[in-house]
């Protein structure tokens, strides 16, 4: 009776992708292994990217919280994604017959070790009831201490046999080294679950979400200025999207601060699913829009510098094609001389200009139907100075007069007065 060296089974594991790499190459060693025995070889076969979302319960009325991870179903949004790889697995079985190896005992001092080489719960029950005892051979019946033992499934009648090393091979003409192999490969897969039932239990994140990152990069870019990856290298200081990423942690911080983002947060959510969606049809004239494009579909975002450089890159680029489209239309005079209006302005920047009476602020904006307006001022409000985006108000003013510059109208005001900053972008 031959044994049978090209039966296979298989198996899915999930990892957290930081993993993978040296996965892969514990996978290789053992499939040269199982060659090496006349086996079939160890196959990756599909790697599927999959969300699933970090979640937390208090533990009773203790200050333990207990972290886990559970799945998330494809183009869902959370608020704190994981993202892991479900990799599929094919492996070699040995079994002779009838017999299959499911399983090896290693004895030790208060008890035995037990390893697995199937999934099956019925099979495990077995491994565990037989490690519950001392190990003994079921084949030879010799009564001695004995340092490791195989565990047999018949494949026809469903019982379970233990055999020891020895006789493993007079038993089954199974290669005890190559039931050894199985019980190794199986111990690297159950390896891997529990590190990553390690890595659920910690805490950590190796994600976020796209949607809340790019709004986070919008609010501060508004706030302090937008600072892109390569020019904080050149200034030694954090990008952008690096402060984006540990804005919760600032915001736990400075009560100030999150009171401030809070007001505004719903105005960025919605601002990020503009950028996404003019990302989205926007046209691929270079590499730079392409991984933009792939990027920002997902709704989750690795915790990679490269990565989030270039999402929050789309912030920026989305700001600068949002003032240019303001630029590019027809400015008309708004009101006549004398009349005093209200409404939202788009302050673009304050322009220091001499004059004999000392230093004043040439204040240029525009308003939402795109016409251009003017006011020259020596008490300019704080909130409009040193701007490094576009800043939307609520205001009142008094039209003081009608002009051009380079040939394009300007409305000239004053007495203007900022009720509020605009509650949406």
């Known amino acids: 009776m031959n044994t049978d ?13 930081g ?3 040296g996965f892969a190459k514990r996978l290789e ?10 086996l079939a070889p160890v196959v990756i076969g ?87 005892r001392p190990i003994a051979c079921q084949h030879c019946k010799t009564k001695r201490r004995r340092k490791d033992g195989f565990v047999l499934r018949d494949l026809v009648g469903g019982g379970y046999k233990q055999v020891g090393a020895s006789c493993l091979q007079d038993f089954t003409g199974i290669d005890p080294a190559a039931a050894l192999f199985l019980a190794r490969m ?8 529990d590190d990553l039932r390690e890595f659920a239990g910690s805490g950590r994140r190796n994600a976020v979400s796209t949607r809340e990152f790019l ?4 609010y501060l870019a508004e706030k302090t200025g937008f600072l892109s990856a390569a020019k904080a290298r050149d200034l030694g200081i954090p990008a952008t999207f690096h402060d984006a990423l540990a804005l919760t942690h600032s915001l736990q911080q400075d009560n100030a601060l999150c009171q401030d983002y809070l007001a505004k947060r719903d105005r960025h959510l919605a601002k990020a699913d503009e950028i996404r969606k003019w990302v989205a049809e926007m046209p691929e004239a270079s590499s ?52 005093k209006m209200t409404g939202t302005l788009t302050v673009q920047r304050a322009v220091p200009i001499d004059t004999r009476f000392g230093t004043s602020m ?64």
């Open 5 to 17: 060296t090209h039966s296979v089974q298989d198996s899915t594991v999930l990892i957290e992708p």
């Open 19 to 21: 993993q993978k790499s």
């Open 29 to 38: 060693a053992l499939s040269k292994k199982a060659q090496s025995f006349g």
């Open 46 to 132: 599909c790697v599927t990217e999959v969300i699933f979302e970090r979640r937390t319960e208090q533990i009773g009325r203790s200050d333990s919280v207990l972290s886990y991870l559970k799945p998330v179903p494809d183009g869902v949004r959370v608020l704190h994604p994981v993202k892991l790889l479900r990799i599929d697995i094919q492996y070699p079985m040995v079994k002779l017959g009838n017999w299959q190896v499911v399983g090896k005992l290693e004895a030790m001092d208060k008890g035995n070790l037990q390893f697995h080489v199937t999934n099956s719960e019925e099979d495990g029950r077995a491994i565990s009831d037989f490690a519950s």
């Open 186 to 193: 199986w111990s690297v897969i159950r390896g891997e679950e």
């Open 215 to 218: 709004a986070d990069v919008s």
């Open 288 to 339: 730079y829009d392409r991984n933009v494009k792939l990027l920002l579909q997902d709704e989750a975002l690795s915790i990679d510098n490269k990565h989030l450089a270039f999402a929050a890159s789309a912030v920026a680029l989305f700001n600068k094609a949002q003032t240019t489209v303001v630029e590019t239309r027809v400015s008309h005079h708004v009101g006549v001389p004398g009349q």
């Open 362 to 425: 040439l204040v240029l904006m525009h308003d939402e139907q795109g016409n251009r307006l003017t006011w020259k001022t020596s008490a300019c409000p704080r909130n409009l100075l040193g701007l490094k985006a576009p800043l939307r108000v609520e205001a009142s003013y008094k039209v003081k007069k009608h002009d051009h510059y380079k040939g394009v109208a300007q409305t000239t005001v004053t007495h203007l007065k900022v009720a509020e900053v605009a509650a949406s972008a």
